[in-house]
């Protein structure tokens, strides 16, 4: 099976291009540019009234990077809705070590001890790239990530890309975008600087870009006592001001 070179991988996100296999089994990747991007405005996320109370009351207990092996294990199963995958052994070969690297991050949602959804993607600059995303109990997909824009808009991201537009995507306030539109904003995401990516030290394409911090939100003070805190350094709650405030 096609083994992918971390670097090579961080230097095409860095141009807009990134890989897909044909399914699960596949030995090769092939690498995509679409000609409309689907992109998420950080403002413009669409929280619904249900959702928001899904969220603020704690559903799940929401973590970030506690599990993320197991949550892009989870994303290339086959399910009922979503019988094939384009997430093969390579891609998530090289995906795992991105994310020891400090590059690519999870966002698990848990059901008592299991996991029941979450995503995860790649935090280039102050990029991410949204992979995947996978829900085995309601809401569980949306909730993961209304925590992922919370947690990019206090680590300073200007960018959510979605690959592809769904219907799902659409709901939550994606719009599509050409292909020059979108360069222009992966390069301001990307601006240069003296800091590596998401906190790591890097080379190639990621050693000159200012980086967004993605774990800025866990510094934030609490609104509730720690006791009440179903998903660590902040609740739900905290989510939901976070979103409504800056919205």
């Not at 991988?9 to 030995?27: C, H, K, Q």
């Not at 995906?95 to 059901?111: K, N, Q, R, Y």
């Not at 394409?205 to 998903?231: I, K, N």
Request: hydrophobic fraction near 45%; glycine fraction near 10%.
């Amino acid at each position: 099976m096609e083994m992918l070179d971390p670097q090579l991988v961080l230097g095409a996100y860095a141009i807009g291009v990134f890989p897909m296999a044909d399914d699960r089994e596949a030995d090769s990747v092939y690498w995509v540019e679409p000609r409309t991007r689907a992109i998420l405005p950080l403002e413009g996320f669409r929280l619904t009234t249900s959702l928001r109370k899904t969220i603020a009351r704690d559903r799940f207990r929401v973590t970030a990077d506690t599990a993320f092996e197991r949550m892009i294990a989870l994303c290339a199963e086959s399910a009922a809705d979503r019988p094939e995958t384009w997430i093969n052994g390579g891609i998530e070969r090289a995906f795992t070590a991105l994310h020891h690297l400090g590059f690519a991050h999870s966002i698990e949602c848990w059901d008592g001890d299991e996991l029941v959804g979450g995503l995860y993607g790649l935090a280039l600059g102050r990029a991410f790239f949204g992979e995947s995303m996978v829900s085995r109990r309601t809401d569980a997909s949306k909730v993961a990530l209304a925590w992922l824009i919370a947690r990019l808009k206090a680590g300073g991201f200007t960018l959510l890309d979605c690959q592809f537009m769904t219907d799902h995507l659409a709901s939550l306030g994606a719009v599509e975008i050409g292909r020059a539109d979108y360069c222009a904003l992966l390069a301001g995401a990307l601006a240069g600087g003296p800091e590596g990516a998401t906190g790591s030290s890097a080379s190639g394409a990621a050693s000159s870009v200012v980086s967004g911090d993605f774990f800025a939100l866990d510094r934030l003070p609490p609104s509730a006592p720690p006791s009440e805190v179903v998903s660590g350094p902040v609740a739900g709650q905290d989510i939901v001001q976070i979103l409504v405030h800056t919205s």
